[in-house]
């Protein structure tokens, strides 16, 4: 029996998003978390995160360094952080295990355990019922959402990023590895907003530039209204289409709400942008995801 039904596939054809229960037990996702738990123990914090500025060039060599770490960041682990959560000095204001906002981008590719998941037999069976001939693995991420400080994410579409031509070639699997509520800040979507194109893209600026990268085109503002909540129980997994307009408010509550998430590209036919800021490289192309 199929892990996705033909009903889901009709689901997320129409609303741009589907929630599918049971990709992960309760043990899986409590191994995705002491996992990451243990990487978050042993991380170097990078040295631009503990820059102490006094001066708007220092500010300014901050904001680079920051660019730097994210730009560079797609064929590597690396770490993001909470606004506020380091002192003056570059030291931690709060448990280095709740600074995190996420850890990126390539989890898929390093870390056994999250490969497992990518890859496995249920993942690629939802590709392969929704018809994908060649997906490849663009990024993966770990998001925190934490308690009491997790960051509200504005409207967008992930398309925005993550650019193809022709559109409608990119999706997102995120998955719960505890209960995602609207008290913890699961995500909210315009059901069938995916069939209006995208009205923004972020773009690599000119080489020797500064800032790294620019936004084409503006976010418009969504009718409050239209926002359907889609909360994830642990262990099941969200399908994302790469158009459809989504968000999630700040986590006010006093429980965190992990996921780990990635994106996949059906390659056949497609040209990903060279103006995207993520770009395959040669350590790490974007590997396909049928393993036979």
């Given amino acids: 029996m199929d892990f996705m039904t033909d009903?889901?596939?009709?689901?997320?054809?129409?609303?741009?998003?589907?929630?599918?229960?049971?990709?992960?037990?309760?043990q899986e996702c409590d191994e995705l978390r002491q996992r990451m738990a243990e990487i978050v123990d042993r991380m170097d914090v990078p040295e631009h995160c503990r820059t102490t500025f006094s001066t708007y060039h220092d500010e300014q060599l901050k904001k680079q360094g920051n660019a730097d770490y994210f730009i560079t960041s797609g064929d590597k682990i690396r770490f993001f952080f909470e606004k506020g959560v380091f002192d003056d000095k570059g030291e931690f204001i709060v448990p280095k295990q709740q600074s995190l906002n996420k850890v990126g981008h390539a989890?898929?590719?390093?870390?056994?355990?999250?490969?497992?998941?990518?890859?496995?037999?249920?993942?690629?069976?939802?590709?392969?019922?929704?018809?994908?001939?060649?997906?490849?693995?663009?990024?993966?991420?770990?998001?925190?959402?934490?308690?009491?400080?997790?960051?509200?994410?504005?409207?967008?579409?992930?398309?925005?990023?993550l650019y193809t031509e022709?559109?409608?070639?990119?999706?997102?699997?995120?998955?719960?590895l505890e209960d995602a509520t609207v008290n913890n800040g699961c995500l909210w979507f315009i059901p069938g907003s995916q069939s209006s194109g995208i009205s923004r893209r972020m773009v690599r600026t000119p080489k020797g530039t500064f800032p790294l990268t620019d936004f084409i085109g503006r976010e418009p503002t969504y009718d409050e209204d239209k926002f359907?909540?889609?909360?994830?129980?642990?262990?099941?997994?969200?399908l994302i289409h790469g158009e459809v307009v989504h968000r999630s408010a700040e986590n006010t509550s006093e429980d965190s709400r992990h996921v780990y998430t990635f994106h996949i590209m059906e390659a056949l036919d497609t040209r990903w942008s060279p103006d995207n800021w993520l770009q395959p490289t040669e350590e790490l192309p974007f590997p396909p995801l049928y393993t036979k």
Avoid: C
Avoid at 228 to 238: D, E, I, N, Q, T
């Fill in 107 to 161: 989890l898929h590719a390093y870390e056994s355990l999250y490969k497992k998941v990518t890859y496995s037999p249920k993942v690629q069976g939802i590709a392969k019922k929704l018809g994908l001939v060649n997906p490849v693995i663009l990024q993966s991420m770990y998001i925190f959402k934490q308690p009491g400080i997790g960051g509200e994410v504005t409207s967008h579409q992930d398309a925005t990023f």
């Fill in 166 to 176: 022709p559109l409608g070639r990119v999706m997102g699997l995120w998955i719960a």
């Fill in 228 to 238: 359907v909540a889609a909360p994830v129980k642990k262990g099941g997994v969200l």
């Fill in 7 to 26: 009903q889901d596939v009709q689901k997320y054809k129409q609303d741009g998003y589907v929630v599918l229960d049971g990709l992960l037990t309760s």
